[in-house]
């Protein structure tokens, strides 16, 4: 998963200035769904429907969650009692491991079946010599922040191999790119884009109602070239998941989803940020749609395009009946259905293509 990243911003959904060959390869192995959306444009919110499969109307969180709120003495559980993927994967004996960006509460303390926790506790910060809390201990990263979570997820990778290879795992992986602050990219991130013309950022009037904090970065190609820049870094990442994945022969035994917490815009409308890069807020489509493949060779149909509608709150049961795993009773709560139809190749006959967002 990455952070304020629109689907638009991959060379997957056309915007072939922007160097992602790893997700190239994952859509070349797996299907794209073409309208896929977060429920809310804002990342705490987004990221508890897309593991409880609530709304945050339901599950209470509807803004981002302030530093005090994510960790520490006055932070606190949001997600309460309800059911996660995570906790139900965990409990049918999945092997549990998370690595990134966790921005729900009592971000420091591993939770929701995780037998593996790093992260950096809060929802952004730094890209550079940053310190991590690695299953309860502070571990000091230098160098880029993307790179310590690809660390991060191929020593769970490595720990589940020696210590449960018998039993299945998931692995969590929220990077923080290409979320804002723009203060370090590695040069080799950067250096695709020192020619580039950035022909998928639009260039029209600033929007009246933008963002203050973030005008600076419209028409800036150097704001342009940060964001391509994390989102190329974060791809690298991904690379060496799937090199792993490879070079220990379970690539055929594993199901790779990735997307984004929600979208962003760089330009689009005349404003840079996602459902609060406007005051009043917006849910223009940026804002709210969001890269979705899904890659598992011989199970999934590979270099397919779906095209149903499909939400955040869909991803919970979705993850469920992908991996058999017993589904708690229905609720008005959630309001999710599965489409891994679309994944085996047999979609349901009829779809009905409507969402409910919220902010």
Known sequence: MTDDHGAWATSVYGCEEMRTPNLQKLAQTG???DRAYAATPVCSPSRLTYLTGTLPSRHGVQDWLRPEDSFGAKSKSWIGELPTY??????AGYDCGFSGKWHMG???QAQQGFRYWATVPGGGGPFRDVTFVRNGE???KPGFKEDAIGDFALEFLDDHQQRRAQDPF????PFYAPHTP?????DADRAPYQNSKFSCFPRGERHPWAN?????HHLNEKSMLAYSALITGMDRNVGRVLDWLERTGQRQNTTILFTADQGWNSGHHGFWGKGNGTWPFNMYEESIRVPMIWSHPGRIPAGRRANPMVSSYDLFPTVLDWTGVKAPPPSPARPGR?????????PPARWENRLYCEY
């Open 212 to 216: 203050r904090g973030l005008r600076a």
């Open 170 to 173: 998931l692995l969590l992986v």
């Open 138 to 140: 502070q571990v000091k």
């Open 338 to 346: 599965s489409y891994a139809g679309y994944l085996r190749g047999k």
């Open 31 to 33: 299907t794209t769904f």
């Open 106 to 108: 009592l971000d420091d």
């Open 86 to 91: 995570s906790k139900l994967l965990a409990d």
């Open 182 to 186: 723009y203060d370090y990219q590695p």
